[in-house]
């Protein structure tokens, strides 16, 4: 499972339920054998979300006329925090991003991200 997925489904948990991040790490991998650097990237892109998040939105909120759902607006945050805090060059950011939308269930947004 990427890394991306687990980071957005994670922070989905934390943005609309409140769980505490770790917890929230845990129920999104509860069904999946994942790769301790997998978890460990997740972790750092949600902390990176997390820490610039209300940046993240204001410009998800210029950049995107309607507002997205939540699926979708934590995956573009995850976007932006792979590229703004964690420095993955862009190019390679979006195609992951795009990637996990797709696994997400949410093909209509590649185009979108």
């Known amino acids: 499972m990427s890394s991306r997925v687990i ?3 994670a922070l989905r948990l934390v943005l609309e339920q409140g769980k505490a991040l770790d917890v929230a790490l845990t129920d999104a991998t509860a069904n999946y ?3 301790p650097r997998d978890r460990a990237y997740a972790q750092a892109l ?3 979300a997390l820490r610039h998040g209300y940046g993240y939105q204001v410009v998800i909120a210029e950049l995107v006329p309607k507002s997205p759902a939540p699926a979708l ?3 573009l945050m995850i976007g932006f925090a792979d590229v703004a805090a964690l420095g993955t060059a862009a190019f ?3 195609n992951e991003t ?3 939308a797709r696994l997400l269930g949410l093909p209509y947004a590649a185009g979108l991200v």
């Open 7 to 9: 980071a957005a489904r």
């Open 33 to 35: 054998t994942i790769e």
């Open 46 to 48: 949600c902390f990176a």
């Open 73 to 75: 607006m934590a995956l």
């Open 92 to 94: 390679a950011a979006v």
């Open 98 to 100: 795009v990637s996990a």
